[in-house]
């Protein structure tokens, strides 16, 4: 009803949008009629009244209209929330609400009015008094104990807890648990010696990884459930700020956990809150310097890779970086002296620090300085990342990086003074390995601060066991590794004793003991029965104080004025010989058993994740039997 309303207020005569309209208030007023509810029929009825006449033709959708019917769909929201939390509709009364209802339906037209009154809707459509005395007067209809809907239709409800999966997918899963069933029932009967036992188990695998797949499918939904809250949020705002603007949203299919889908609706609404106050202007500001007098604002989705990519992007005035170096001084979030050594890139970064707001006072809308902080802080909780791009006078663009899923993710078991932990693959960059020798020679230090020249730049380093404080000593004579990570734009490399194999990890959330800690994202259970925790690679960057890498825009302009192209290879060893790949290209890498390698024919090939995949061996290093040779 709600998206329904707002695309009804710019195609005024469209009579499938009232008529789809009408259906859902008809059924509220049935429905509750049924099961007792007079307060809600009746407030239905008189809205329903008025919609009739909308769909009849005798009322044409004017400005007017269009807000007393939002104010009419919050006051239904305000007591289905009531019946929902209490069970009962309140005590609060709609008289003025009603009454505003029937004074409407007095405005008949006829059919020769209706085109001049079009006329005249959209040329006043966008004009803040209407809108600011509609709000008024919602505001005086609704009951003084209750928050405004249009601030709370953000918040919870018996909605938000429940999830629709298609009945394709159940059946799947209960062929699955059964598949499933029946292996446990085969394991159990045999033993390790028998000649079937190994195959029982490669079945286990890809039921389990079938069974998993098929329950993150159930999980997953469309962002357009968090999509379709803004186009009200936009309209009120606008017209709030005296502004025009146009919400454009793509990719609406794009599917996301049911969670994580829940934990960016804060984020997205800070986003698009400050997208229109901060970066949009203002009418006669945009026609001044050659813009149309109507801001674009665009939300876009769209998944790539293991990731799902929420854009924020207005064609506004842009971030001037000088303003936000004075603002940040004047706040005294950062030294003047300090502030003068930052590159744009790393300017930008302090919008998203507690305190920070460019707003010259503080409204009900910004100035408070707390609504960057909370985009970043809720979507780093959720293992996100948060990127900027602005250009003065073209626009700004807040990026949203958040994972498919929570549940299960890929990790690198990395080990600490025999102690195991669990790092992300998504930050995971690449790794390099250093012998005890080459470790003493080749890690500088400059004020105490640890760096490795990696192809030519020097990258910081953080040495895990200083970082959680491990007393015992490391084996004598022993090399170590450096996992080089990208966590925010903040390049590093964390110095860890030695890998174990990758994982696909089962998240678990922590204590409140180990939270306080502020360098783990969870805990999970390796294949060996031991209990690791997961590193949250952000935290470990702020807490060894590390600053954002160089901007890329200066490294592709040095690599082209050298006529060379900047890219990142894994060098690997094929036979005799080396080769480069892509590092883009790589997914992971695994350390394969041989007795995992089977032929189909003439061709290797490995079952990986439930799938057949054929091997690649040019340089002939597997013989005929499908053993390795060396």
Not at 294 to 301: F, I, P, Y
Request: with cysteine; charged share 25%; net charge negative.
């Amino acid at each position: 009803m709600e998206r329904c309303l707002t695309e009804l207020e710019e195609h005024p005569q469209e009579g499938e949008l009232l008529a789809e309209i009408f259906r859902c208030v008809h059924t509220i007023k049935g429905t509750t009629g049924f099961l007792g509810y007079s307060r809600l029929e009746a407030l239905s009825h008189a809205g329903e009244n008025l919609l009739g006449m909308l769909r009849d033709g005798e009322l044409l959708a004017t400005a007017e209209i269009i807000n007393a019917l939002l104010d009419f769909m919050d006051a239904l929201r305000t007591i289905l929330r009531s019946i929902e939390t209490s069970g009962d509709e309140g005590r609060s009364d709609d008289y003025v609400m009603i009454e505003r209802l029937r004074a409407l339906q007095q405005s008949r037209i006829t059919p020769v009015e209706n085109d001049r009154t079009l006329a005249q809707f959209v040329g006043r459509s966008s004009e803040p008094r209407s809108a600011k005395r509609a709000e008024q007067i919602a505001k005086e209809s609704m009951p003084a104990h209750e928050p405004a809907a249009s601030q709370a239709q953000f918040q919870g409800n018996a909605a938000d807890s429940t999830l629709r999966v298609d009945i394709e997918l159940l059946n799947q899963m209960m062929n699955l648990v059964g598949e499933l069933v029946l292996t446990r029932n085969q394991i159990l009967q045999a033993n390790g010696a028998d000649a079937g036992f190994t195959l029982l188990a490669r079945r286990l695998d890809m039921v389990t990884a079938e069974l998993r797949e098929t329950v993150m499918k159930a999980r997953m939904q469309p962002v357009s459930h968090v999509f379709s809250k803004f186009p009200r949020l936009v309209r009120d705002l606008s017209q709030q700020l005296d502004k025009r603007v146009r919400l454009q949203m793509e990719g609406q299919q794009t599917e996301l956990d049911k969670s994580l889908l829940e934990a960016i609706k804060d984020p997205l609404t800070h986003s698009v809150r400050n997208s229109i106050d901060h970066g949009i202007e203002a009418p006669q500001v945009r026609e001044a310097a050659g813009k149309p007098p109507e801001g674009l604002l665009r939300l876009r989705a769209s998944q790539e890779g293991s990731h799902v990519i929420v854009e924020v992007t207005d064609d506004g005035g842009g971030i001037r970086v000088e303003r936000i170096r004075d603002k940040a001084i004047e706040r005294k979030l950062i030294t003047a002296q300090k502030a003068a050594q930052l590159k744009d890139r790393e300017l930008l970064q302090l919008i998203f620090l507690p305190g920070f707001s460019t707003a010259e006072k503080v409204t009900n809308v910004s100035g408070r300085g707390v609504g960057m902080d909370v985009v970043r802080t809720n979507v780093e909780r959720i293992g996100g990342k948060v990127e900027i791009d602005s250009r003065p006078g073209e626009g700004t663009t807040l990026r949203l990086r958040i994972p498919l899923t929570l549940a299960i993710i890929p990790a690198l078991i990395v080990r600490s003074r025999k102690l195991d932990f669990a790092l992300p693959q998504g930050a995971l960059v690449e790794l390099v390995h250093l012998t005890a020798e080459q470790a003493r020679m080749q890690i500088e230090w400059v004020e105490n601060a640890p760096l490795y020249r990696l192809r030519g730049r020097l990258l910081p380093l953080v040495f895990l066991n200083r970082l959680l404080e491990q007393t015992e000593n490391a084996e004598a004579g022993a090399g170590c590794y450096i996992s080089v990570l990208n966590a925010d734009g903040r390049r590093f490399g964390l110095l860890v004793d030695d890998l174990a194999d990758p994982e696909e990890i089962v998240v678990k959330p922590l204590s409140a003991v180990l939270k306080k800690i502020g360098l783990f994202s969870g805990a999970t259970v390796m294949g060996n029965g031991k209990m690791a925790l997961i590193l949250d690679p952000s935290a470990i960057a702020s807490r060894a104080a590390i600053g954002l890498s160089a901007d890329e825009e200066d490294v592709h302009d040095d690599a082209a004025s050298l006529g060379a192209i900047d890219a990142e290879f894994l060098i690997v060893e094929i036979g005799a010989k080396q080769a480069a790949l892509p590092l883009g290209d790589i997914l992971r890498i695994e350390r394969i058993p041989r007795s995992r390698i089977e032929r189909v024919g003439w061709t290797p090939v490995l079952r990986f994740e439930g799938s057949v995949l054929p091997l690649e061996d040019s340089a002939g290093i597997l013989d005929q039997e499908g053993r390795l040779q060396r």
